[in-house]
């Protein structure tokens, strides 16, 4: 498929009302898992999914992977938008604490959280969810907004239950 998914078009950076947001996910989540359906590389998934999730969340201006490339370290994979950090320790930032936790950061302010690395000063809000696959880290997905809380837990739970559904099947 070359066209993307459908979905209605949207200027970058526009922020729906949650149950919009929401309903455009769930349309376009059946379509993401049918582009990835027997996809097993991880670069070639993380790039789909990072291409998909930039067309369907308008309201970010970050979309990617950073991946468990040591003990204790994240580097970059992947990604939509602007200049991201390249690396990223796990005691650093929000990535580095959803990384740290093995559990979804949804942060509506960021400089309410302490350490949040400003990689794009932009940024007012971001939600990070790990994809673990078995018991090993393998990355974890990286969505900010220029939007103060510009995700909702709606939308991390929808998230989590494709990332969790895919890292059962992809070595990441
Ligand atoms: N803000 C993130 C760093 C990654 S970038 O924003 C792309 C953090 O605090 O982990």
Same mark, same amino acid.
């Given at each position: 498929?070359?066209?993307?998914?459908?979905?209605?078009?949207?200027?970058?950076?526009?922020?729906?009302?949650?149950?919009e947001r929401l309903a455009?996910?769930?349309?376009?989540?059946?379509?993401? +898992?049918? &582009?990835?359906? @027997?996809?097993?590389?991880?670069?070639?998934? !993380?790039?789909? #999914?990072? =291409? $998909?999730?930039?067309?369907?969340?308008?309201?970010?201006?970050?979309?990617?992977?950073? +991946?468990? &490339?040591?003990? @204790?370290?994240?580097?970059?994979?992947?990604? !939509?938008?602007? #200049?991201? =950090? $390249?690396?990223?320790?796990?005691?650093?930032?929000v990535c580095g604490a959803?990384?740290?936790?093995?559990?979804?950061?949804?942060?509506?302010?960021?400089?309410?959280?302490?350490?949040?690395?400003? =990689?794009?000063?932009?940024?007012?809000?971001?939600?990070?969810?790990?994809?673990?696959?078995?018991?090993?880290?393998?990355?974890?997905?990286?969505?900010?907004?220029?939007?103060?809380?510009?995700?909702?837990?709606?939308?991390?739970?929808?998230?989590q239950s494709l990332l969790?559904?895919?890292?059962?099947?992809?070595?990441?």
């Open positions: 498929m070359s066209e993307g998914i459908l979905l209605e078009k949207l200027p970058r950076g526009t922020l729906l009302p949650e149950a455009r996910l769930e349309t376009a989540l059946p379509q993401i +898992r049918a &582009v990835l359906e @027997g996809e097993t590389d991880p670069v070639a998934a !993380q790039a789909t #999914l990072a =291409c $998909l999730l930039w067309e369907t969340l308008v309201q970010c201006n970050w979309c990617g992977f950073y +991946r468990v &490339v040591a003990p @204790g370290l994240l580097a970059v994979g992947p990604y !939509q938008g602007s #200049l991201g =950090c $390249l690396r990223i320790p796990f005691h650093k930032g959803a990384a740290r936790t093995r559990q979804t950061q949804l942060v509506p302010d960021v400089h309410a959280f302490p350490g949040h690395i400003a =990689c794009d000063d932009a940024s007012r809000s971001e939600l990070v969810i790990p994809v673990i696959a078995g018991d090993e880290l393998q990355a974890v997905l990286d969505l900010d907004s220029t939007h103060l809380g510009g995700f909702s837990a709606g939308e991390a739970a929808l998230l969790g559904g895919w890292s059962g099947e992809l070595d990441w």
